[in-house]
Structures are given as C-alpha cells and as structure tokens.
C-alpha cells in the first residue's frame, strides 16, 4: 500500500508513467514471489497481438497526411459542400476537424494541420474572436469516436487483453462510435448555427463549379477514407489490412505522386509518428504485466464488491464513472488513462449490467472532454501556443463548447441503445 | 589524452548511437509499411502469403514500439502526469525531474535486467520464433532498449541534479 502510495506521488510530480506502471508490476510480482523475468515475457506480447500493427502504420499516414496539402484540399471541398449553410464554415471546421482526426488518432496534429488553415479563414469571415478560438480548440479531439481512431484501436486491444465472457471485437467499437460521434458533430454544429443568427455569416453561393473543382484538386485522397471506412465498417477489410493500405498509399501519393514531401524529410517524419508511437507502446507493454498482476490478484473483483456494498443501483454507478472520468481528463491523456484504467473499470462496470463496448464510448466520450478541461488538457495548450493566445482566453472560449460536449456525454451515457443500435450481436 | 578529447570523443560516439537509432527506426517502419500490403496482395491474388511474413510483421511491431520509445527518451517526451511544472518555480522542477529520472532509471535498469536474463534463457534453450529465426533476436531489442532509456535517464537525473545545486533554471530539450 505503502509502495503504491509512493509510486502515485511519483507519477503526479512528473515520473513517466510507463515507468510507475512497471514499478508496480515489478513491486507486486515480486511481493507475490514471481521470478521477475515474467515482465519481459509480458512486454514481448506486443508481437503477439496482430491488430497492434494497424498503430504504427495509422499513426505514421496521419503525419504524412499532415505534412502534405491534404488538409487544405479538405477544407476546400467541404467548404464547397457546406459553406454555403448558415454557420456554414464553422460546420466545415467541425466536419474537417472530426474527418481528419479520426485518420490521424487525436494526437494534437489535427490543431496544428487544420487550425491553421480555418483559424484565420473563420476571422476572415468575421466570427467572433472568442467563438473562432473555442471553436477550433475543440475541433482538434473531434472524431476521436469514428473509425479507425487510434483511441477506438486501443480500447480494443485492452478490453481483449481480459479474458471477458462476452468478448469485444474492434470492429463492433467502430459501429458503436459511430452515432455517438455524429450527435456531438451535430449538436456542435447546431451551436454554431445559432451563433450566428442575426448576423450576415455565410459564405457564398453553393457553385457547382466549385465543387467540381475541390473534386478533382483532392482526387488522390477523396478514395481514402471512403475505401478504408466503407472496407472497415462493412467488414470488407480487417483493421491492419486497412492500415496497410493506407499507410502505402499515402506515402506514394504525397511523395511519389504529389510530391508535396521531399524524400529527405520522410526519416524525420518516421521519427516523429513514431515517438508518438513508442510512448504508447512502451506504456501498453509494461500494462500488460501490471494488468497481468491484477486480474490474478482480483483486484477488480475486490473492488467492484466494496463499491457494490455503496452503490447498489447502475444509474448512480454511472453518474460516478462520468465524475471520475472527468477528472482523470483532467490527469492523464487518453492513451495512459486508456491502458491503465481501463483494464480496472471494465470488470466492475460489466458487474453493473453495462455493456463492454457501450463502456468504452462512454470511457473516450468522456475523455474527449479531458482534452479541453483546464487546468492540463492538451488541446488548451496547443491552441494557446499555435494561435498566440493567453491559456486563460483560450479556457474561456471553450467554456461554451465544454457545457455542450458534456450534455452529449451524459446523452451517450444515459442512452445505451445510441452506442448499440449499429453492433451487430449486442 | 585530454579531457576535452575524450569529451569530444564521447560526443561523436552518442551522435553514432542517435544516428543508429533513427537509420534502424526508419528502416524498420519502412520495412513494415512494404511488407505489409505485400501480404494482403500475396493472400488476395495469389491465395499465398510469405509464411513468415506474418509473425514478422508482427516482431516488427514490437520494435517499431520499443525503438519509438527510445527516441521519445532521447527529447524527454515519454508521457506522463504535467500537473507540477506549471505551479511549480524552476528549481524545484529541476529537483523533481532529479528524483523521477533517478527512479525511472533504476525501473527500466531493473525491467532490463531481467529481461537480459530471458533472453540468455532463451539463447541456451536455442527456442525458435518462427521459421527457424532464433527467439532471441527477436526478443533482444527488450533488454536493449530498456538499458539505454535507462542510462538516459540516469544522464537527466545527474543533469537535473546539478542544475538544483547549481541552483540554474532547467533547460528545455
């Protein structure tokens, strides 16, 4: 206890928290008399999973994309499909956004890539300030519930690590998040409508012409996410096929084919998607074993009984789960809360009659937030430093846009049917 | 020889390392990104893929993880909890960072350690991973890159550790 106790202290003031997590699995195999070689034989079970495959390949496309012209193809063709809307090119920021993340896993690129391209577009059009830089703070972790975001992925491969009675596919996580992801696109969406009522914010006529134009401008890339997501959602395709694909054929459009990268910068871009990379894995490797101590302990089962004896009824279970959610949002970034919590929460929740899948929608709805809530979300930094902001003005404009993703999250937890309406054997 | 010598000399051998390290990286991702979609194509219009392919790609994996993680070592970008660092003065931060990297070098010493032993386990009890490949080759980046994050952080606690007695603001890296 004493030792845990320690190693939590350690992590808040800045140990890194792959090396908290193997301080605990080492800590408890050891108490437990366990020959300490056992952590190796866990971290090694990262080559024995065949859907982590789809990580490096997804995340490595998402910065080539990144890099490339691609993000302003895709705003221009949405624009040319929706900026003629009223609040017309504040929906292009969220459909982008959410588009874009949903191919490059809500890592903070989609900020830097889109942001600035639509952060001056936006002022151009005479948003107001505050509205523009809510705005696209929060776009930046839009779509993390559409396929095939890396958080989804991840949620996967944890819940599969745990031996449940009712297994969870990855692709019954990608339907699942579908709707869900939807509602928030739409009701922020609806928002920004209504702020700009009374004002003359459009943008000009739907043209054919345009739309032709940005057509044949993003001819390479328009077949991306309709042959990965079509392949994906309709079961064509198995995730790392998917991500194969993708990642080969982005690198020859954008270098060979376009040649918006030079073949130099393409190490240091390798490098780049992969710290990201390595910081998960590193993180997931050494959960495996810690995971491994836990379940073999019971310590969810210990816990979900003390909790039981407490809270008796699943609505005040899941009241709690959205509290604490928030605040670990506030902690951790999603990928560690992912991989450590999960593996804790999911025993317990199922022991309350919630459905695996629904739970992890919950878990990265709510965690979305965290990317937005003061005082560490990461996206309240990047804005702040990408667009020359105080971070105070950048929590302030996002207060708006944090009370809607937080009506959405309480919509998505309390209507299981939205997540499980599209999974097919719920 | 001198001390600005062997310093210099010192220096020449991390660039090496760092450059090793970036060339493997690249050569494995570039690896994976080939063989991958050279499977798929293999299976769907040849109704066979590479044997091995499969459970090389997936070692690959396991690579790609453990040298990515070394080269978030190296800029000090492994993640964790950045509660203190805006509430905190420099100094005690540059004291923090002493006590945390201490500690993370001696886990990932410890986990290298370790794992060093499997790997022996496995050289003396000649295991194969697939297709003849010995185990151990695949299994050797574990204890490898573990040690160098170590030593790493071992560096950035001596680091962190003179700039608190130095009483000099941390810098950036």
């Keep these: ?426 | 020889m001198s001390d600005a010598e062997s310093g210099k000399r010192l220096e020449n051998a991390i660039g090496l390392l760092h450059r090793l390290e970036d060339g493997l990286l690249a050569l494995v991702l570039g690896l994976m990104i080939l063989l991958a979609p050279l499977q798929i194509f293999l299976r769907n219009f040849f109704d066979a893929g590479i044997t091995w392919g499969d459970p090389l790609l997936r070692v690959l994996v396991l690579w790609v993880g453990m040298l990515g993680a070394l080269a978030a070592t190296r800029g000090r970008r492994q993640i964790s909890i950045d509660a203190l660092s805006h509430v905190v003065g420099e100094r005690a931060r540059s004291g923090f960072g002493a006590v945390t990297s201490l500690f993370t070098a001696v886990v990932c010493a410890v986990v290298a350690y370790h794992s060093a032993r499997f790997v022996a386990s496995e050289i003396e009890y000649q295991t194969s991973a697939f297709a003849g490949v010995p185990a151990w080759t695949c299994e050797i980046v574990i204890p490898v890159a573990f040690g160098l994050i170590a030593l790493r952080y071992a560096l950035y606690s001596m680091g962190d550790l003179r700039k608190v007695l130095a009483g000099r603001p941390v810098e950036e890296r």
């Design chain 1, 1 to 426: 206890m004493a030792s845990a106790l320690l190693l939590l202290v350690l992590a808040l003031v800045g140990a890194p928290l792959f090396a908290a997590i193997a301080g605990s699995a080492l800590l408890g195999f050891h108490s437990e008399k366990v020959d300490l070689q056992v952590v190796a034989i866990e971290i090694y079970r990262l080559a024995e999973m065949p859907v982590l495959l789809a990580i490096p390949l997804f995340t490595f496309a998402g910065y080539v994309l990144g890099e490339s012209g691609a993000p302003a193809r895709l705003v221009r063709l949405t624009d040319a499909l929706l900026g003629w809307l009223r609040g017309g090119l504040a929906i292009v920021s969220l459909v982008a956004c959410a588009l874009f993340t949903a191919f490059t896993g809500a890592s903070g690129v989609t900020i830097v890539a889109l942001g600035a391209l639509l952060y001056p577009a936006l002022q151009q059009a005479h948003y107001r300030e505050r509205f523009t830089l809510g705005l696209i703070t929060t776009s930046g972790s839009l779509g993390l519930l559409f396929a095939p975001a890396l958080p989804l992925i991840l949620y996967g491969v944890v819940a599969q690590q745990m031996d449940l009675e009712q297994p969870v596919r990855i692709d019954d996580i990608f339907a699942a998040g579908l709707l869900p992801g939807l509602l928030m696109v739409s009701m922020l969406s609806g928002y920004s409508i209504w702020q700009s009522r009374g004002t003359r914010i459009s943008g000009g006529p739907f043209s054919w012409r345009e739309v032709a134009a940005a057509v044949r401008e993003g001819a390479w890339e328009i077949p991306l996410p309709i042959v990965v997501l079509g392949g994906i959602y309709s079961g064509a395709f198995a995730l790392s096929e998917a991500a194969a694909v993708t990642a080969l054929y982005v690198l020859v459009v954008e270098v060979a084919i376009r040649r918006e990268i030079p073949l130099r910068k393409l190490p240091g871009i390798m490098r780049e998607s992969m710290v990201l990379v390595g910081a998960i894995m590193i993180i997931l490797g050494v959960s495996l074993a810690s995971t491994n101590y836990l379940i073999d302990t019971e310590v969810p089962v210990r816990l979900f009984e003390a909790i039981r004896a407490h809270i008796d009824s699943k609505l005040t279970f899941l009241v709690l789960l959205n509290l604490f959610l928030l605040a670990l949002g506030m902690m951790l970034d999603i990928f560690s809360a992912l991989v450590i919590v999960v593996p804790v929460i999911l025993p317990i929740a199922i022991g309350y009659g919630i459905h695996p899948v629904h739970l992890g929608i919950i878990f990265l709805a709510n965690m979305q937030i965290g990317y937005i809530t003061p005082p560490v979300g990461m996206n309240l930094f990047i804005a702040s430093y990408r667009f020359e902001r105080p971070v105070l003005e950048v929590y302030r404009a996002t207060v708006p846009f944090f009370v809607i993703l937080l009506a959405s999250v309480l919509i998505i937890t309390y209507w299981p049917a939205l997540s499980l309406t599209l999974v097919s054997a719920p």
